[in-house]
């Protein structure tokens, strides 16, 4: 048997070590401040235990297509994404998938119709890590719509999509494809269809799905250059790409965005906001985003997670995305975790509204950039 190199190097790499530690840690301390919230705060009044959330069920009607809320779920080829899929389609909406492969996304509509055949899916194709991707993305919803005849309006938007890249990889815009997959992609499609959820004639909201692993994101100096052209020490450095720090990086971004979105649709005129923002947090789930580490490490850290009865399954790992997707719309700047509808309190950092709100600009700014250079170059869109 051959000696893999490429699992002896990563092995002794310090973002290896990060993963292995601080990442259980992370999790770790989730799932304490998820069980023992309760008996704290009868040992210490001023303890605050985090709120449950019931899951609040659709009535819709099946025979009227037009009043079937429509929910578009990124990433829903596989993994997370695919369960939640097949979960909110049985709940009555109209599923939009959307993927980058559009075998994936046929294979998935048939495997939603075997077990439903009433189900309501269709399928996009979008890639997070191209601006004009999402932006063309973003004209063919709102088309469909118009051809569809129904209402000009979404119901839920879940931001799933996300890679854990073991290299530095730059896109065609010029963004890191790890940051730009997991957090500016989502902030440049919830942006986009931030109009069709305002228009929504029933209350809607937009669930971005993060991580534990921002536990140990440190604050950066959120400006152009961090953040957008070749950021976090992209480029070849003696100590490799900083993968497992990049990958917190973006989850910590995405939920600074949630809660800096929830703070800017909560009112509206001084009246309640019809958009909730929830970020959902499903723990350590068994999906393929690992597929670019060594087969070797992969299958040990799986084995090892197994044994510590973290391991869950895509259909055990989706309950915080549903408890966010369906519960009542004072949720909103809520952290899901652990399912039953049970939230907890996310890191100090990501509620810092100075470091959200200097995000947000920065964000907006990169937004306003592509969209002009996209458009710029004749790329068809309804912005």
């Known amino acids: 048997m051959g000696v893999d190199r490429e699992a002896i190097e990563m092995v002794f790499s310090m973002e290896f070590w990060r993963m292995a530690i601080l990442w259980t840690l992370s999790l770790l301390f989730s799932y ?124 839920l938007l879940i931001n799933n999509a996300g890679i854990l890249a073991k290299s530095c990889r730059i896109t065609a815009d010029g963004f890191d494809q790890m940051m730009q997959t997991n957090y500016i992609g989502a902030f440049f499609l919830t ?31 959120f400006s152009v250059e961090t953040l957008g052209k070749e950021n976090l020490s992209c480029s070849s450095t003696l100590k490799g790409y900083p993968f497992a720090s990049t990958y917190e990086y973006s989850k910590l971004c995405l939920l600074l965005f949630s809660y800096e979105l929830h703070r800017q649709q909560l009112y509206v005129n001084n009246t309640s906001s019809a958009v909730s923002v929830m970020p ?20 040990l850290a799986l084995m090892v997670l197994r044994f510590l009865h973290l391991l869950q399954w895509p259909e055990i790992g989706v309950r915080p995305i549903i408890d966010a997707a369906l519960a009542p719309p004072d949720a909103s700047g809520k952290y899901f975790f652990g399912g ?11 509620y810092n509204t100075k470091l959200a709100e200097e995000l947000w600009s920065v964000s907006s700014t990169l937004f306003r950039e592509a969209q002009f250079s996209v458009v710029g170059s004749g790329s068809k869109s309804s912005l």
């Open 32 to 155: 304490f401040h998820l069980l023992f919230s309760k008996p704290l705060s009868a040992l210490f009044p001023s303890f605050q235990p985090s709120p449950s959330y019931p899951r609040c069920h659709l009535s819709t009607d099946p025979d009227s297509k037009a009043k079937r809320p429509i929910c578009v779920i990124t990433g829903a080829t596989s993994g997370l994404g695919k369960a939640a899929a097949k979960a909110l389609a049985r709940e009555g909406y109209h599923v939009v998938l959307a993927g980058r492969c559009p075998d994936k996304l046929n294979k998935t509509i048939e495997e939603i119709k075997q077990k439903q055949e009433d189900a309501h899916v269709d399928a996009f194709e979008v890639d997070l890590s191209s601006i004009h991707s999402v932006m063309n993305f973003g004209s063919s919803i709102k088309q469909w719509l118009l051809d569809s005849n129904l209402h000009p309006s979404i119901q």
């Open 340 to 350: 039953q509808g049970r939230t907890i309190e996310s890191s100090s950092l990501s």
């Open 280 to 299: 959902a947090d499903p723990g350590i789930v068994e999906t393929d985003i690992m597929r670019e580490l060594p087969p070797t490490l992969s299958q």
């Open 191 to 221: 942006n986009i269809l931030l109009p069709l959820l305002k228009s929504s004639p029933v209350p809607s909201r937009v669930v971005n799905v993060t991580s534990f692993t921002h536990r140990f994101a440190s604050c950066e100096d």
